[in-house]
């Protein structure tokens, strides 16, 4: 069921050119009624095929989402003390597992209804949150939240948030102790490890 | 995933597990110091949710079509919600707990012994509350994070209140006939476990370290749902900073990244360019972010760090204040 959840996580960001003049939550909503209206309609992504599932996610989602600033949250106080070189492969590796994660979600939506909240927020903010609802049955609503910020691109997301608890900064106590343990290169390393073992188990499954 | 087990076998014993906690690990997580018995009792209750729970929760889900397993799922909900809606009116939210108690008589009448959701769909709006949270409501902290015995992850608090209140609400522990009460408690667990296939699943791809994956992500939980979901800026100096609602936040905001320098609203760098080395204290500006990082520090092993006290007039507060900023300075007073 909280699959749906995680698809929901992306499937607001459909849009790509018009939303820069949006309100971050006209913006959501538009690229979440995308997104769902072609998960509706496609048999292939209900189904799990991967390929389509990814394209999607590329073409829809990811363009609305700041993964520089994603990695630097989760890292906190470490993201500084990376250099250049090593803050270029670890926002590359972090964008892949949480891509995987995400997409993984998508094929498993099943006609929930979306609630959107008041946007609490004034005319000229540059950081908001967009605060998101669905209905299940038996069980409280989940919410869904995106932290998003304001760029010369449009607004981008920073932060997903589902049911209170942030897909980002969920990390930072992984990735605090990896650094301990095996330095930053450490972390990297344990982050490549981990989306190789995922594309392989993609693979697997596909064949 | 085996939090939804937690009411499960109830009546173990929480002492023993808090008993057992002698073999912390230093330098591990501040809110964690039973890390190490932590770390062996996930591992057991991974063991035997692989071995039993999960097997049986997915033949449940390829056995049962899904409008039957909805209805199981509401008619466990529905018996919940008295136990919410006293916890509600225990915290002082009192339409929220008559809203509880009216979903239980229509859900029980119009929607046949709670098979059917019809409160929900009538505006009445499903609620979670327990006794764990009651308490943090009323500003006990949370304690160091506990994994219990095939009930999983909670806390001193949240398992203590958990084991010697909440079952007490529970109305499954009151059917007489016992092999029917283990039946139901038996077919609960099992519809939980399958309601949670899928997200465990995704927990377990997602984390690098799947026990601390799930600790996180239970303390981060506690905390948004003692605050019924708007919880204040954690008093945490990476999150404060870069939480989505501090001031100091959007003015970061404005100076977009490349990360490696971000400016303060008082033009302080608090990230430099990658290859400085700052000491911590030049981090992260700020008095109020200092302090907490400080207080932080001293709390250190009680791991009273993710519950901050609400203060009494926490609504007045709200209404006045009119922004988080503010209520989370006043609570973090020490």
Redesign the interface.
Known sequence: ????F?ALCFSFFANTVSAQDLAPDVQVKKITDEVIEIIKQDKDIQAGNRKKIDQLVDVKVLPHF?F??M???AM??N??????E??KVLTAEFRT?LV??YS??LS?YKNEVIEFRPLRAAAG?????VRTQI?R?????I?I?Y?M????AGWKVY?VVV?????V??????????I?DGGMDGLIK??AG?NRS?ELQASSKSK | MTIILRRFLGSLSVAAAVGLGGCATLGGSPNDPLEGYNRAMFGFNEGVDKAIIKPLASGYKTVMPEFARTGVTNFFANLGDLWIGINNILQGKVGAGASDFGRFAINSTIGVLGLFDIASNAGFEKHNEDFGQTLGRWGAASGAYVVLPILGPSSVRDGLSLLAVDWHGDPLWYVGNIPTRNELIGLRVVDNRANLLDVSRMAEEAALDHYAYVRDAYLQRRRSLIYDGDPPPEPEPGKTSESGDSKETAARARTELPPAQIITERGERIITAADEELTPAQEFSGASVRSAAAGREAVGVIGAIYEPRIPSNYDALLAVSGNRTALAQTSLRP
């Open positions: 069921m909280m699959k749906l995680f700041n520089s600033r990695t630097a949250l906190g106080r993201w500084p003390k990376a250099n250049a090593q803050q597992l995987h994660t993984g979600a498993t903010d540059t950081d908001v949150m209905k049955p038996g069980t409280e609503p919410s939240d932290s910020e304001k760029m010369p932060d049911g209170g608890v942030s897909l900064t969920n990390y930072r106590e992984t990735f605090n102790a990896e301990r344990s982050l981990k995922l």
